[in-house]
């Protein structure tokens, strides 16, 4: 069974980098033909999608976080990092590391095989 957990710093100051970790185990990220992916949820709102990096190595984001978002991997810890850019407080949330067959699916509940249990992000100076 695939299992998924965040870690990262609970706080972050405005205008400063947001970087998170999503340790994988009982599979290999570059195995499986899977979306390896960043969601996050507000206070009061819905989930988001962010981004994503495939098995194969190629990633995807969503346009309206693009210019502020990094997604890269190290498969010899079997890892993917989140970095999010510019932090303000709009950005506070809960983080989530998932895994998905398809790309950007909005199917929250069937289209995510794994979930991580989430950190919690806040910003403030």
């Known amino acids: 069974q695939v299992q998924l957990q965040e870690s990262g710093p609970g706080l972050v100051r405005p205008s400063q980098t947001l970087s998170l970790t999503c340790t994988v185990s009982g599979g290999s990220i570059t195995t499986y033909a899977s979306y390896w992916n960043w969601i996050r949820q507000s206070p009061g709102e819905g989930l988001e999608w962010m981004g994503a990096?495939?098995?194969?190595?190629?990633?995807y984001y969503n346009p309206s976080l693009k210019s502020r978002t990094s997604i890269s991997r190290d498969t010899s810890k079997n890892q993917f990092t989140l970095q999010l850019s510019s932090v303000t407080p709009e950005d506070a949330a809960m983080y989530y590391c998932a895994r998905s067959i398809g790309l950007k699916t909005t199917d929250w509940v069937r289209g995510y095989g794994n979930w991580g249990q989430g950190t919690q992000v806040t910003v403030s100076s």
């Open positions: 990096v495939h098995s194969a190595g190629s990633t």
